[in-house]
């Protein structure tokens, strides 16, 4: 079926860029362009409060002994550090690619529904005002961590838990539309001809990762409503004395945290998936098995979540099931990074930064699928659990996985959203500071975590030291790089080398056929899909 | 394929109602939050205000945006892509409320295959029985918790026997309705759909007779009853929720109904409404079997 794009418009000319003018145009705006924009300064904002917060982290692990701040002040920042980055930073970044890229990339005039788009993302500096707010209460921030743990997020709460109980509600409402949306897109608003098979892997990926958000994110509401009841209406879910249990919170709690870790690495698969090929200028090898490898990841990630609880006492039988299955996760985590490594096997590769970015992101993010597999084993987890061993295994995946592939899209898609080239020299410094930074704050982590270093603790033995001084130069030096980024990004607004419609040569996808910058509406009548 | 007609895929204008929704929301959590808090430090603080003022609010959002999506609905704006948008958003998210039962669902029966038992001894944790509450013996419906809270079971006779025949028959009448309209009967559409409507209404009206023999003395069964009274108003008092939200849905639809809107073809509304009722009534026979018999 044919469609044309009606585009009403409150002032009825014809003229054709409706978009009203200041703070009423973001705020009011139906447009997934615009939508995704805010998105992405909004993820940008919260990387840098996140990241302030982790500054004070390092100042405080800068040495051993209690330096500048009371323990209880120092779980506050790790809490909020950890909901800031998960919710506010990477989710949302995600969610803003999907605005600008999807409608482009399946030849859409918008998003499906756009209204609600504007409502999921507006509630959300909503939320992290009220989270953020915490801090300037009498009860202090959350310091449970950001997985929230009952009994210490209930009975042994700061007074701060309703507050943040509100503000992930309104987080999972908003996830909950924004994968609404992108799952309808998807569906009905594919230009004819596209199948499903013929869509760009981003778009798969972004597809799987909405499925994955409706199921888990209800479940998140669910087990915050039970934590607020325990809280403050005298249930007794987790807490044996009624007959409920504190490790069923962490049942819960993970039955939507670990998928909840694929939402934020599947979209970064699909990123690196789509700047490989262009640079390597191949065709993406594997694309089916690259489908069928994100599917059943993401299906895995529903039945292996007790590999977070591995050290609660579970029956033989459980500790088992989910160490295989956790395990099993790695095949086909494997065949992506084959894909990724074969499709650039021979390619002609030309090293612009989006590939500096995804060539890092393939190798850094298997070195944190590595450390993943090694804490897959029940034995060595009860070792590891808790420790900075932990910590390096998730920083591997998330910064060096889901935020460098951020960086590699945002590079890669900038010319098309500003219509400009952005500073090479610049980039090329971001890279550069970046990598070598973000491998000094991480990797001797691993070595404390070794060691036996347990994480969220505001003070370490001596023999600690010198690492953790190390780690913590890395973190500001890679806090600083941030800047850097933040120079290329507005410069880039504001001027530079012109943009071709199509600046990669090997760049492949529908979103390369519109010029540059993209126009404020694109594909109001179909493109044709051969 | 060239020559045929173009549809097309409304795309909105600018609106003020997310915005609207957005601070709403947040009048909503920033109300409750407080309002929790005062309540248990046992101060008296504004939250409820700010709470009841968010609601309020939300209402008038949702009367807004409501009112010019029917507008640009009934102007014909809308083509048949639209409203499939329409029917796969509403069944998303009717899925992802099925995801929220199901964690309490879970919790269920987490407590009753493993938490309770366990308590009680079972498996390798024979010390917990005997060191932590000797005197504590595992049964469902936990009628005593470990630390001695006493309470009594519900039935599924009754109210909650009835109660299933009720919403088990305005799954039928909604469905009646629906085929009334698709076949233009504007009279029985009516009928069933007020028949529905009042089928709600009674459930509504049963629960609430239900919760206050459960809070009677003679029952002691309360929201605090330990594990079993916790996963009983919970489970039941989201649904109900769920039911006064249908309701609301339903009546809103007999409205529009006598309003004279809705074609055979063209009825997304009322479909929607529909398939959320069917929803909630599922989640009811899963409780009733869960909660109740079992
Ligand atoms: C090869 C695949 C992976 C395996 C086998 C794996 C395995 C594990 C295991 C066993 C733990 C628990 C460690 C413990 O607490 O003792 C863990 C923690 C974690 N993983 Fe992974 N992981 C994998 C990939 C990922 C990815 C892709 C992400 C996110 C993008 C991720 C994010 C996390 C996070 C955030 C934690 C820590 C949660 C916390 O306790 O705060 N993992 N992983
Ligand atoms: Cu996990």
Same mark, same amino acid.
């Given at each position: 079926?044919?469609?044309?794009? *009606?585009?009403?418009?409150?002032?009825?000319?014809?003229?054709?860029?409706?978009?009203? /003018?200041?703070?009423?145009?973001?705020?009011?705006? /139906?447009?997934?362009?615009?939508?995704? !924009?805010?998105?992405?300064?909004?993820?940008?904002?919260?990387?840098?409060?996140?990241?302030?917060?982790?500054?004070?982290?390092?100042?405080?692990?800068?040495?051993?002994?209690?330096?500048?701040?009371?323990?209880?002040?120092?779980?506050?920042?790790?809490?909020?550090?950890?909901?800031?980055?998960?919710?506010?930073?990477?989710?949302?970044?995600?969610?803003?690619?999907?605005?600008?890229?999807?409608?482009?990339?399946?030849?859409?005039?918008?998003?499906?529904?756009?209204?609600?788009?504007?409502?999921?993302?507006?509630?959300?500096?909503?939320?992290?005002?009220?989270?953020?707010?915490?801090?300037?209460?009498?009860?202090?921030?959350?310091?449970?961590?950001?997985?929230?743990?009952?009994?210490?997020?209930?009975?042994?709460?700061?007074?701060?838990?309703?507050?943040?109980?509100?503000?992930?509600?309104?987080?999972?409402?908003?996830?909950?539309?924004?994968?609404?949306?992108?799952?309808?897109? *998807?569906?009905?608003?594919?230009?004819?001809?596209? !199948?499903?098979?013929?869509?760009?892997?981003?778009?798969?990926?972004?597809?799987?990762?909405?499925?994955?958000?409706?199921?888990?994110?209800?479940?998140?509401?669910?087990?915050?409503?039970?934590?607020? !009841?325990?809280?403050?209406?005298?249930?007794?879910?987790?807490?044996?004395?009624?007959?409920?249990?504190?490790?069923?919170?962490?049942?819960?709690?993970?039955?939507?945290?670990?998928?909840?870790?694929? *939402?934020?690495?599947?979209?970064?698969?699909?990123?690196?998936?789509?700047?490989?090929?262009?640079?390597?200028?191949?065709?993406?090898?594997?694309?089916?098995?690259?489908?069928?490898?994100?599917?059943? *990841?993401?299906?895995?990630?529903?039945?292996?979540?007790?590999?977070?609880?591995?050290?609660?006492?579970?029956?033989?039988?459980?500790?088992?099931?989910?160490?295989?299955? /956790?395990?099993?996760?790695?095949?086909?985590?494997?065949?992506?990074?084959?894909?990724?490594?074969? !499709? %650039?096997?021979?390619?002609?590769?030309?090293?612009?930064?989006?590939?500096?970015?995804?060539?890092?992101?393939?190798?850094?993010?298997?070195?944190?699928?590595?450390?993943?597999? %090694?804490?897959?084993?029940?034995?060595?987890?009860?070792?590891?659990?808790?420790?900075?061993?932990?910590?390096?295994?998730?920083?591997?995946?998330?910064?060096?996985?889901?935020?460098?592939?951020?960086?590699?899209?945002?590079?890669?898609?900038?010319?098309?959203?500003?219509?400009?080239?952005?500073?090479?020299?610049?980039?090329?410094?971001?890279?550069?500071?970046?990598?070598?930074?973000?491998?000094?704050?991480?990797?001797?982590?691993?070595?404390?975590?070794?060691?036996?270093?347990?994480?969220?603790?505001?003070?370490?033995?001596?023999?600690?030291?010198?690492?953790?001084?190390?780690?913590?130069?890395?973190?500001?030096?890679?806090?600083?790089?941030?800047?850097?980024?933040?120079?290329?990004?507005?410069?880039?607004?504001?001027?530079?080398?012109?943009?071709?419609?199509?600046?990669?040569?090997?760049?492949?996808?529908?979103?390369?056929?519109?010029?540059?910058?993209?126009?404020?509406?694109?594909?109001?009548?179909?493109?044709?899909?051969? | 394929?060239?020559?045929?007609?173009?549809?097309?895929?409304?795309?909105?204008?600018?609106?003020?109602?997310?915005?609207?929704?957005?601070?709403?929301?947040?009048?909503?959590?920033?109300?409750?939050?407080?309002?929790?808090?005062?309540?248990?430090?046992?101060?008296?603080?504004?939250?409820?205000?700010?709470?009841?003022?968010?609601?309020?609010?939300?209402?008038?959002?949702?009367?807004?945006?409501?009112?010019?999506?029917?507008?640009?609905? +009934?102007?014909?704006?809308?083509?048949?892509?639209?409203?499939?948008?329409?029917?796969?958003? +509403?069944?998303?998210?009717?899925?992802?409320?099925?995801?929220?039962?199901?964690?309490?669902?879970?919790?269920?029966?987490?407590?009753?295959?493993?938490?309770?038992?366990?308590?009680?001894?079972?498996?390798?944790?024979?010390?917990? $029985?005997?060191?932590?509450?000797?005197?504590?013996?595992?049964?469902?419906?936990?009628?005593?918790?470990?630390?001695?809270?006493?309470?009594?079971?519900?039935?599924?006779? $009754?109210?909650?026997?009835?109660?299933?025949?009720?919403?088990?028959?305005?799954?039928?009448?909604?469905?009646?309705?629906?085929?009334?309209?698709?076949?233009?009967?504007?009279?029985?559409?009516?009928?069933?759909?007020?028949?529905?409507?009042?089928?709600?209404?009674?459930?509504?009206?049963?629960?609430?007779?239900?919760?206050?023999? $459960?809070?009677?003395?003679?029952?002691?069964?309360?929201?605090?009853?330990?594990?079993?009274?916790?996963?009983?108003?919970?489970?039941?008092?989201?649904?109900?929720?769920?039911?006064?939200? $249908?309701?609301? +849905?339903?009546?809103?639809?007999?409205?529009?109904?006598?309003?004279?809107?809705?074609?055979?073809?063209?009825?997304?509304?009322?479909?929607?409404?529909?398939?959320?009722?069917?929803?909630?009534?599922?989640?009811?026979?899963?409780?009733?079997?869960?909660?109740?018999?079992?």
């Amino acid at each position: 079926m044919t469609t044309e794009a *009606i585009h009403d418009s409150h002032e009825h000319d014809d003229h054709h860029d409706h978009k009203m /003018t200041g703070i009423k145009r973001w705020l009011y705006t /139906t447009n997934h362009k615009d939508i995704g !924009t805010l998105y992405l300064w909004f993820a940008f904002i919260m990387l840098l409060v996140g990241g302030a917060l982790a500054m004070g982290i390092r100042a405080e692990l800068f040495q051993p002994g209690l330096q500048l701040m009371e323990p209880d002040f120092f779980n506050q920042l790790t809490t909020v550090h950890g909901l800031i980055m998960v919710f506010g930073a990477i989710m949302p970044a995600f969610t803003g690619f999907a605005n600008w890229m999807i409608p482009m990339m399946i030849g859409a005039p918008d998003m499906a529904l756009p209204r609600m788009n504007n409502w999921s993302f507006w509630i959300l500096p909503f939320a992290f005002a009220i989270l953020l707010s915490s801090f300037f209460m009498d009860s202090g921030a959350p310091n449970f961590g950001w997985t929230f743990y009952a009994p210490l997020s209930s009975t042994y709460s700061n007074g701060s838990t309703a507050f943040f109980v509100f503000a992930v509600h309104i987080m999972g409402v908003s996830s909950i539309m924004g994968a609404i949306n992108v799952i309808v897109t *998807i569906m009905n608003m594919r230009a004819p001809g596209m !199948t499903y098979m013929k869509m760009p892997l981003f778009v798969w990926t972004f597809f799987i990762t909405a499925y994955l958000l409706i199921a888990v994110m209800p479940v998140l509401a669910g087990v915050v409503t039970m934590l607020l !009841t325990d809280t403050y209406f005298g249930t007794s879910f987790f807490d044996a004395a009624g007959g409920g249990d504190p490790v069923m919170f962490q049942h819960i709690f993970w039955f939507f945290g670990h998928p909840e870790v694929y *939402i934020m690495i599947l979209p970064a698969f699909g990123i690196v998936s789509t700047i490989i090929p262009a640079f390597a200028r191949k065709r993406l090898f594997g694309y089916s098995s690259m489908v069928y490898a994100t599917a059943s *990841i993401a299906f895995l990630s529903f039945i292996v979540w007790a590999h977070h609880m591995f050290t609660t006492g579970m029956p033989l039988f459980g500790e088992l099931f989910f160490m295989y299955c /956790t395990m099993l996760i790695a095949v086909p985590t494997g065949v992506k990074v084959f894909n990724w490594v074969a !499709t %650039m096997w021979r390619g002609s590769m030309s090293f612009e930064v989006p590939m500096l970015f995804s060539i890092a992101f393939v190798i850094l993010f298997t070195i944190g699928g590595f450390s993943g597999l %090694m804490l897959a084993m029940t034995p060595i987890d009860f070792q590891y659990h808790d420790t900075y061993f932990v910590v390096a295994h998730f920083h591997y995946v998330l910064v060096t996985g889901s935020l460098f592939s951020i960086f590699a899209g945002t590079y890669y898609w900038l010319p098309k959203w500003t219509g400009n080239m952005y500073s090479d020299k610049l980039s090329k410094a971001h890279f550069w500071c970046s990598l070598i930074s973000v491998n000094l704050l991480f990797f001797p982590m691993h070595f404390l975590g070794l060691a036996g270093m347990p994480r969220r603790i505001p003070d370490y033995a001596l023999q600690f030291a010198d690492f953790n001084m190390w780690v913590s130069i890395g973190g500001f030096a890679f806090g600083l790089s941030q800047l850097i980024f933040l120079a290329v990004v507005i410069k880039c607004i504001k001027g530079g080398e012109k943009a071709e419609a199509k600046p990669w040569d090997g760049a492949e996808g529908l979103e390369w056929t519109v010029p540059s910058p993209a126009p404020y509406h694109t594909f109001e009548t179909p493109p044709k899909i051969d | 394929m060239t020559t045929k007609k173009y549809e097309t895929y409304y795309v909105p204008a600018q609106s003020h109602w997310p915005i609207v929704g957005a601070v709403a929301l947040f009048l909503i959590a920033v109300g409750a939050a407080n309002y929790v808090t005062d309540i248990k430090n046992a101060e008296s603080g504004f939250g409820g205000y700010i709470l009841i003022a968010g609601i309020a609010l939300v209402i008038y959002m949702m009367f807004g945006w409501f009112n010019n999506v029917i507008n640009e609905s +009934m102007s014909g704006k809308y083509s048949h892509q639209m409203d499939n948008s329409f029917r796969q958003g +509403m069944s998303w998210f009717i899925f992802s409320e099925v995801m929220f039962f199901a964690a309490f669902f879970g919790a269920l029966l987490y407590a009753r295959t493993f938490a309770v038992p366990w308590l009680g001894g079972d498996g390798n944790n024979a010390m917990t $029985g005997q060191v932590l509450w000797p005197e504590f013996t595992a049964q469902w419906p936990l009628i005593k918790t470990p630390d001695g809270t006493e309470t009594t079971g519900m039935g599924w006779y $009754g109210l909650p026997l009835i109660n299933t025949i009720l919403l088990l028959t305005s799954s039928v009448t909604a469905h009646f309705a629906h085929v009334a309209l698709e076949q233009e009967k504007r009279g029985l559409l009516k009928f069933w759909l007020g028949l529905t409507v009042a089928l709600g209404l009674a459930f509504l009206y049963c629960q609430g007779l239900e919760y206050a023999h $459960g809070y009677a003395d003679e029952m002691k069964l309360y929201l605090t009853s330990g594990i079993y009274g916790n996963t009983f108003y919970m489970l039941t008092g989201f649904h109900g929720m769920h039911v006064t939200l $249908g309701t609301i +849905m339903l009546i809103v639809m007999l409205i529009r109904v006598f309003k004279g809107h809705f074609t055979p073809k063209n009825h997304f509304a009322f479909q929607a409404a529909s398939w959320y009722w069917h929803f909630v009534d599922v989640v009811w026979v899963m409780l009733f079997v869960f909660v109740y018999i079992l």
